[in-house]
């Protein structure tokens, strides 16, 4: 059986990509950090949080990713964790620094110290290409632009990427960048635009809040579903040679645009409920971004399915029932109480 190690399994991309692996029959291992109030509950939601093996990591702790190499002792590696918000990357620069950026070269030296022959799958982003759309006049982005970093974020993204790259054509480690476009889905944490969005419009129907709060309007981003975008990252590792792509839709639109659909679809107009607040707006913030994947759909085989109008429908009706089930007096699948049963969580005292 593969044994994969996943950085971030907590996260969105971390919980679909450790269903995908398992279903494939891989011994998937991941990582978690210590919260004052534990972070499973997407594993749970997916139904694979018993599962799966935990390794406790801080990204900023390098003996920490060393000892969750020794104790899984991966053939492939998927590095997700990440500071993952870009609004916050403004209020924490030199962490996000750290945590996005420095963290992979922490992975990838234990790596190529412990198991040189992993396969690696760094978490890269479309928004290292930052200026770059506006540059391009909104034409789609491919594996060859240039990148014109926005936000510490994706500054310290751009590190991790050449790190990646150097690793790969320095010591000859399979190590790929996976550059994803914006991706989305009911397990997306609640800040990101599309599902503070969905969750609001769902409140609104139930007559549970009566505005939604948002910032630019006018930014463009290219929405795919997380669940078909986890694939690619696999994809990306059973290839002959290790390459870097672009996985997106091909397609744009509008914060504002988003919001008029998900309102449509509760049958209300938006521009009665949505409010411009300047505290969610960022000193700099990418206007337009559509990426090409056309390199993943002819070597990967990988295309996109699930488009614009569809994703707001799965994102706006969970958060409907979600709500609905609230109100009956049913618990939000975060609430819920869990810990790791015991023999899912590997320590450094498995080892002494
Ligand atoms: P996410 O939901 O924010 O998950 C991030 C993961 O990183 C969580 O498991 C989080 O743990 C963990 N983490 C954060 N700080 C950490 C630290 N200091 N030490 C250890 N673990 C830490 O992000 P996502 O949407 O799944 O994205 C996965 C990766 O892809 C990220 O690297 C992101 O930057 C990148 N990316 C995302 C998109 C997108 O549209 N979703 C597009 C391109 C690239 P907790 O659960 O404890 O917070
Ligand atoms: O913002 C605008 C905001 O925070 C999208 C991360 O996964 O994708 C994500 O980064 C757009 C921006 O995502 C609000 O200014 C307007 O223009 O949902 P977001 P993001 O910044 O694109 C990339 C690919 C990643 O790699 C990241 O990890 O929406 N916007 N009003 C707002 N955004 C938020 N969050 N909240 C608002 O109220």
Redesign the pocket.
């Known amino acids: 059986m593969k044994r994969v190690l996943i950085t971030g399994i907590t996260g969105q991309d971390g919980s679909y990509l450790a269903k995908f692996l398992f279903n494939k029959g891989y011994e998937v291992y991941g990582t978690y950090r210590r919260l004052s109030t534990p972070n499973f509950w997407r594993l749970e939601y997916l139904g694979i949080f018993e599962k799966v093996n935990l390794i406790s990591v801080e990204l900023g702790d390098a003996g920490s990713i060393v000892e969750a190499l020794k104790l899984s002792e991966p053939e492939e590696v998927y590095h997700l964790a990440?500071q993952?918000?870009?609004?916050a990357s403004f209020e924490s620069p030199v962490a996000t620094g750290d945590i996005t950026g420095l963290a992979t070269t922490r992975i990838l030296e234990a790596i190529r110290q412990l198991c040189p022959d992993a396969r690696f799958y760094n978490a890269a982003?479309?928004?290292m290409f930052g200026w770059t759309g506006v540059l391009k006049g909104g034409k789609p982005l491919n594996e060859d632009d240039v990148f014109r970093p926005m936000?510490p974020?994706a500054a310290a993204?751009l590190y991790g990427y050449w790190i990646t790259r150097i690793y790969r054509e320095g010591y000859g480690i399979f190590a790929v960048n996976g550059i994803?476009?914006?991706?989305e889905s009911p397990l997306r944490g609640l800040?990101?635009?599309?599902r503070?969005i969905a969750n609001e419009v769902a409140k609104i129907k139930l007559g549970l809040s009566k505005e939604l709060?948002?910032?630019?309007?006018d930014?463009k981003?290219d929405w795919g579903y997380a669940p078909e975008y986890v694939e690619s990252m696999w994809l990306m590792l059973q290839q002959a040679k290790p390459e870097d792509y672009v996985i997106a839709t091909g397609e744009a639109h509008s914060?504002r645009e988003f919001a008029e659909k998900a309102f449509e679809i509760i049958g209300l107009d938006w521009e009665e409920y949505v409010k411009v607040?300047r505290r969610?707006?960022?000193p700099l913030?990418?206007p337009s971004?559509v990426g090409d994947y056309s390199k993943a759909e002819r070597s990967l085989g990988w295309r996109p399915k699930v488009k614009f109008d569809e994703l707001i429908e799965i994102m706006v009706g969970e958060e409907v029932k979600r709500w609905e089930g609230w109100l009956k007096g049913e618990r939000f699948p975060w609430d819920a109480p869990n810990y790791p049963s015991e023999n899912r969580i590997l320590t450094r005292a498995l080892r002494m």
């Open positions: 990440a993952s918000f870009v609004e982003t479309s928004e936000s974020y993204k994803l476009f914006n991706h800040e990101f635009v599309t503070k709060r948002l910032g630019n309007l930014a981003r914060v607040d969610f707006m960022r913030d990418v971004l």
